[in-house]
C-alpha cells in the first residue's frame, strides 16, 4: 500500500458525461500528480499541483481540469467524455523537500461506453 | 523532449534465474534521474529503484539492480533470483531533475512471465 487513495475504483459512464476522480496524497506530501494509461497511448503525465498551484501541465485535453485543494487531496474533472477517455487514471504524491519518486494510487479505472 | 524505449515487449524466464530489461533514454536534460516501476495484473504502479544522471555508483535495492551506462544512455533493471510474483509489466521512466516540475515520461513497458 502506497498510502496514496483513490476513489472510485471503477467508473463506467456514457459519453458526454462528466466525472469527478478524487485523490488523497500521502500524508504529508504536497506534490500531487495524475496520469493517464491507456492501451493505444500508454502511461502519459497529464498535470501536476504542488501545494495547491499548478505546477506542470503536460498532454492534458481542454475538456480535462484538475485542481489540488487546501486539504492537499486533489480532484481530475473530465467533461464531455468520449470513448477515447476509457483509461485507468492514476495518481500520484511525492515527498516533501527531497526524494525523487513518486508514489501512485490504485487508480481509477474508466470505462465509457 | 525526453524519450524512453523499451524495446522488449515480454519475455519469459525461469524461476530463481536472473532477468535483466531493456531499457534506453534520450534526452537533452544535463540532470535527470531514472526511475523502474512494477505494475502487477491488479494494476497498481509500485517504485522499484532510482538513479541519478550524476549518481557513481549503480542503485541496488534487493534483488533489483540498475545496469546505468550514461554513454550509452542505458538504464536496464536486473531482477536476480526471480520469483513468480515477479510477473508483472516493468515500466522504465525519466524525470528532468532540473524542471520546475516533475512529470515521469514513461516508456511502453516490458512484460514479464516467470515460470515455475
Same mark, same amino acid.
Not at chain 2, 522488449?8 to 533514454?25: I, N, R
Given at each position: ?14 459519453? =458526454? ?81 527531497? =526524494? ?14 | ?68 551506462? #550514461?554513454?550509452? #544512455? ?28 516533475? #512529470? ?13
Amino acid at each position: 500500500d502506497s498510502g496514496v487513495t483513490q476513489t472510485p475504483k471503477h467508473l463506467i459512464t456514457a459519453t =458526454g458525461q462528466r466525472v469527478t476522480l478524487r485523490c488523497s496524497p500521502r500524508s504529508g506530501d504536497l506534490s500531487v500528480y495524475w496520469y493517464q494509461q491507456s492501451l493505444d497511448q500508454g502511461l502519459q503525465f497529464l498535470i501536476q499541483y504542488y501545494n495547491g498551484e499548478e505546477r506542470a501541465k503536460g498532454n492534458i485535453l481542454e475538456r480535462f481540469s484538475a485542481q489540488q485543494f487546501p486539504d492537499l487531496h486533489s480532484e481530475l474533472n473530465l467533461s464531455s467524455l468520449e470513448l477515447g477517455d476509457s483509461a485507468l487514471y492514476f495518481c500520484a504524491s511525492s515527498p516533501r523537500g527531497g =526524494g525523487y519518486e513518486q508514489y501512485f494510487g490504485p487508480g481509477t479505472r474508466l470505462t465509457v461506453t | 523532449a525526453q524519450k524512453i524505449t523499451q524495446t522488449q515487449p515480454g519475455m519469459f524466464v525461469q524461476e530463481k534465474e536472473a532477468v535483466t530489461l531493456d531499457c534506453t533514454y534520450d534526452t537533452s536534460d544535463q540532470s535527470y534521474g531514472l526511475f523502474w516501476y512494477k505494475q502487477p495484473s491488479s494494476g497498481e504502479m509500485i517504485f522499484l529503484i532510482y538513479q541519478g544522471s550524476y549518481d557513481e555508483q549503480n542503485a541496488t535495492e534487493g534483488r533489483y539492480s540498475l545496469n546505468f551506462q #550514461k554513454a550509452r #544512455k542505458s538504464a536496464n533493471l536486473v531482477i536476480s533470483a526471480s520469483q513468480l510474483g515477479d510477473s508483472a509489466m516493468y515500466f522504465c521512466a525519466m524525470r528532468d531533475l532540473l524542471a520546475a516540475g516533475n #512529470k515521469l515520461t514513461f516508456g511502453g513497458g516490458t512484460r514479464v512471465l516467470v515460470k515455475p
